[in-house]
């Protein structure tokens, strides 16, 4: 494997195995393997660096790349601190750059010249224009990223950089399989690299969530780790606080399916009725859950911000009745019906916009916001927590492999209908695919990502894939090419299956 030597957190030495950095590779192979994918691969290298040639009149001083990813089990609990269970594919984002000398610029273009070039104030202070959304803000949310950790560690970067960019993407956007992440992260690893400086992989997995915030979404930090921490081979077990991955081997005898319904997930422009609006219905529900359990007013409103913050209390509250799950208290002290929000006030002894205060996402959430349906979505988040546990303890049973893939199928089932029913993030197309996979030979079948559209992922015994992939094609999306949603020769992007992939990677070729 060929490999340059990574630096410790300052760019300069080893880093240690505690600590691990990205790596700085000399070729593709380490992470494209062999074969169609390893030639699919050089293609767009060359392709990506011609582009660049073109646009700038010189070559990229290297390429950086960072995986999409898939979400087997533990869907919208990330941000309320839970475990969740991922894997890597193989489509990415990979960034060309170079330093721009003589510039006071950051200009970001693309292969696919429906993105227009994106050209910005070589600023990390500069604030990101959430209201005006261009598909470059994300390059620059990895920018502001990269400046704003070495301003905390004290390391010094001197003037800003400008820089001279362009992407590629095999990421479908909007499909739940984390686009923007993949982009975000491409963008701070290619970023580290042009200034010769490397970081642990879990810092770097922590900041770069901390600087997709600068585009409006409150994201929780799964598919940033994934996509920095991933290995060939294995679903990770991402714990947080602090971040940590467990290597998950998967039984060799399913296989993830990963399909598109069609209808694209706007996660940054929806995220005041849908994403964050999820965000602020957790919170609350925590706190009023605090407060119920006997919690100071003011503690829960100023220390609360997710349900595992108030697990312990609800399963003191629930041992009393002789059970170990937080979401018995959820039934017991929230009712079905939906929270206005002066039912809540009323409770929290303060307006709502005075707790969200020192947030304006969250702020615009409460400007949309009817009502808020707190019994649902607390119950979703502690169900969902315990499933994951649930799946990774099956996998690594001593369960026959026909038993193992079929809990894991039904583990898969639950979670969709959880996510359906009581998170309210699914919409008409995905459970319409849902149901055809299902009803086409898939152990279990669930939307993934964060939901309104984007993909569904379904497991499936390995030897019938190829057919279920047929049936896919002639029972959900042959209707949708025949009325051109879709062009026929574009299908590979839409429906595929997927081993786990290896994570971010800088590339000197």
Request: with cysteine; glycine share 8%; hydrophobic share 40%.
């Amino acid at each position: 494997m060929a490999q340059v030597p990574a630096g410790d957190a300052n760019g300069n030495g080893n880093g240690g195995a505690a600590a691990e950095v990205i790596p700085t590779l000399s070729s593709l192979e380490p992470v494209y393997g062999e074969g169609a994918q390893l030639d699919e691969a050089r293609l767009r290298f060359a392709r990506l660096g011609d582009r660049f040639q073109a646009v700038y009149g010189g070559r990229p001083a290297l390429f950086a790349r960072s995986p999409g990813r898939v979400n087997l089990i533990g869907e919208h609990i990330d941000y309320e601190g839970y475990s969740v269970l991922p894997m890597a594919i193989r489509q990415d984002m990979i960034v060309a750059i170079r330093k721009a000398d003589g510039s006071s610029q950051v200009r970001v273009a693309n292969v696919d010249d429906k993105y227009p070039v994106c050209v910005y104030p070589a600023d990390p202070d500069k604030e990101i224009d959430i209201k005006n959304h261009k598909w470059g803000h994300y390059f620059m949310c990895g920018y502001k990223g990269v400046y704003e950790y070495c301003r905390s560690k004290g390391i010094d970067l001197g003037q800003p950089v400008a820089l001279d960019v362009v992407v590629d993407g095999t990421v479908p956007q909007g499909s739940g399989l984390s686009s923007s992440a993949a982009f975000v992260c491409s963008a701070t690893i290619a970023i580290m690299g042009v200034l010769e400086k490397n970081f642990p992989k879990k810092e770097v997995a922590q900041f770069t969530c901390l600087s997709e915030r600068h585009i409006g979404t409150q994201s929780g930090g799964m598919d940033q780790a994934i996509s920095i921490m991933a290995k060939p081979g294995f679903a990770e077990l991402i714990d947080f606080n602090p971040i940590h991955a467990t290597d998950v081997q998967l039984p060799p005898g399913g296989t993830f399916v990963i399909a598109h319904c069609l209808a694209e997930s706007k996660k940054a422009e929806t995220a005041a009725t849908n994403y964050n609006n999820r965000v602020v219905e957790c919170r609350l529900a925590a706190i009023v859950l605090a407060i119920k359990l006997g919690m100071d007013t003011k503690k829960a409103i100023s220390t609360v911000t997710t349900l595992s913050d108030v697990e312990g209390l609800c399963v003191s509250f629930a041992g009393n009745e002789g059970s170990s799950d937080p979401g018995f208290a959820v039934k017991k002290l929230l009712h079905e019906e939906p929270y206005t929000a002066e039912e809540i006030e009323k409770i929290t002894g303060e307006s709502l916009a005075s707790v969200f205060q020192s947030s304006q996402t969250s702020l615009d959430v409460l400007k949309a916001a009817k009502h808020y349906k707190l019994f649902q979505r607390a119950t979703h988040v502690y169900s969902e927590a315990r499933r994951v546990y649930a799946f990774r303890d099956t996998v690594s049973s001593k369960l026959s492999e026909e038993d193992m893939l079929k809990k894991l199928g039904d583990l898969m089932n639950e979670s969709h209908y959880s996510c359906s029913v009581l998170y309210e993030c699914s919409c008409p197309e995905l459970e319409e695919l849902v149901k055809v996979c299902r009803d086409n030979g898939a152990l279990g079948a669930r939307l993934t990502g964060a939901g309104w559209g984007g993909c569904a992922v379904a497991l499936v015994k390995e030897r019938i894939v190829p057919q279920f992939i047929l049936n896919l094609k002639e029972k959900y999306y042959k209707s949708r090419i025949d009325r051109g949603i879709i062009n026929q020769n574009d299908l590979g992007l839409y429906v595929f299956a997927s081993k786990p992939s290896s994570g971010a990677a800088i590339f000197k070729l």
